[in-house]
């Protein structure tokens, strides 16, 4: 974890998780460290234990989507997992820890992201080494808790020469003389000769190193990736209809391995029911595209959220291919999303909410308790487990902090002004509902809703994100955006 965490102060969080009902996959653990410069959080991880399950429950559905995410590529060194910007999956040798007939391998997942931060960063080339390493670290654990004698290669990615499976000391290599060579660093990407769909970038592959030749041909290595999230069946046709492509045009699958070789394909997408509200703009220069997110539109492709989200409408809409989002504001809430036009700037414009540079202003409408007094500052421990819908608060040093004022009442509501100082998953809402102020319309707080319901259009979330202002770290200039929708909770409006 030194990779990730540097020198900083870390505290670790072990949870032991019960084994999920059957057709959710069987989890062994979970464990959450995260670090501090001085008294301030400033990454998190989470670390779980997960043997998926199989054909049979909502693995079969969830982790293939997860697995073939654009943006995902090889964890490299040939280790048979995948990382993108803020989390990673390695699968442990089944040699080692079983398989059943029914269930699939046991992985080793990490979700990581900078404490109180709701977006996800592109994680520069050593970073993502790191990322590799601390997914490496603990899968070495858990296969000798396993009782097996051999692990994955350890260390900074750097150290050069190692095999992919390696025995530790005192027990035989089974591979002897299969190292590889020292890394070098890798050279940028080429583009990609693949155009997005319906604004989606395609999948890149790069073929990893193969230094015992288990892979004569490109299918053979495609097969052993693919092949248990989407079957032979499909991935025979899909190189047979010349949907994978290199850069020298489309890939049969029966060519020489190369390491090295990139590979890029379109992954199908499932039917999403179009979201029937349009992305407003509330600015549009050559640095920024400044959005008026509606109700119900995810920020960026997550889970069954791929086409219909706020950063694929406005690539098509705008005609901007390169558009990223500088930060994530949940798919219920609306208001303003800052968008980069330009990628080299995009980095600069993320440090503006990792270092809580941007202010923030919110308007929600909830119950009005005249017994309350406000305005007021809620500060907690806030904490939200991957795969659990709803955040809860705990004991301990808050890390989430939000002041709540009154703009004024009538009919038994309230409409609030929320001014969050951090930026936790769903921090305003449970900090409201603490107070016994729950949103409108709200369906987590205080009760979760049956999951799987469909989005009831009448009804968002009264959450709106209103106001950002900042001070523009490439033009210097101040800036100010305010949202023109208006919730439709609230009498009169």
């Known amino acids: 974890m030194s990779g990730l965490f540097d020198d900083r102060r870390i505290e670790v969080d072990e949870q032991s998780l019960h084994n999920s009902r059957p057709g959710d996959g069987l989890s062994y653990g979970q464990c959450r460290v995260t670090s501090f410069k001085d008294d301030r959080a400033v990454r998190q991880v989470t670390i779980t234990v997960h043997q998926l399950d199989g054909l049979r429950g909502t693995d079969s559905r969830r982790w293939p989507q997860e697995f073939l995410a654009a943006g995902m590529v090889s964890l490299g060194e040939g280790l048979p997992g995948v990382v993108s910007a803020s989390r990673g999956w390695l699968a442990l040798p089944q040699g080692c820890t079983g398989r059943g007939d029914f269930s699939g391998p046991t992985v080793v997942a990490l979700g990581m992201g900078r404490a109180g931060l709701d977006f996800s960063s592109d994680l520069a080339p050593e970073d993502r080494d790191a990322l590799t390493d601390a997914l490496v670290d603990p899968a070495n654990g858990v296969i000798r808790s396993f009782g097996c004698s051999r692990s994955y290669p350890d260390g900074p990615r750097a150290r ?239 890390n989430s902090e939000s002041r709540i004022e009154l703009l004024e009442h009538r009919q038994g509501l309230g409409r609030y002004r929320l001014l969050p100082a951090t930026g936790r998953t769903h921090q305003l809402r449970v900090h409201m509902n603490s107070l016994g102020l729950p949103l409108v319309h709200d369906p987590v707080y205080p009760v979760v809703e049956a999951e799987g319901a469909p989005d009831d259009w009448s009804r968002p979330l009264q959450l709106l994100a209103r106001v950002l202002e900042f001070t523009d770290p490439v033009t210097g200039e101040p800036r100010r955006f305010e949202s023109g929708l208006r919730l439709s909770a609230w009498p009169g409006e």
Do not use: C
């Not at 509330?282 to 492709?301: W, Y």
């Not at 414009?349 to 500052?377: G, W």
């Open 160 to 398: 050069g020469a190692r095999p992919l499976w390696k025995d530790s000391p005192h027990h035989e290599n089974p591979h002897p003389g299969a190292g590889r060579p020292p890394v070098r660093g890798r050279s940028k990407p080429p583009p990609s000769p693949l155009p997005q769909r319906d604004g989606i970038d395609p999948v890149r592959v790069r073929l990893p190193d193969d230094p015992g030749g288990q892979w004569p041909a490109v299918r053979d290595h495609l097969l052993e990736r693919f092949g248990a999230a989407i079957g032979v069946d499909l991935l025979d046709a899909m190189l047979a209809a010349g949907r994978f492509v290199s850069a020298g045009g489309p890939v049969t699958g029966r060519e020489a391995y190369a390491a090295g070789r990139y590979l890029w394909f379109h992954r199908d997408f499932a039917p999403e029911e179009p979201v029937p509200f349009p992305v407003g703009v509330v600015h549009r220069d050559e640095h920024l595209v400044v959005a008026d997110k509606p109700h119900f539109l995810a920020t960026t492709p997550r889970g069954r959220h791929i086409t219909q989200t706020a950063v694929a409408r406005l690539r098509r809409e705008l005609g901007l291919p390169l558009l990223q989002p500088a930060h994530r504001l949940d798919r219920l809430t609306a208001g303003l999303v800052l968008f980069v036009v330009r990628p080299e700037e995009r980095g600069a414009y993320q440090t503006l909410f990792r270092d809580r540079l941007v202010r923030k202003e919110y308007e929600a409408v909830a119950p009005y308790d005249s017994r309350l007094a406000l305005p007021r500052t809620v500060r907690s421990l806030v904490v939200k487990e991957r795969g659990v819908i709803a955040a809860r608060e705990e004991p301990g040093e808050p």
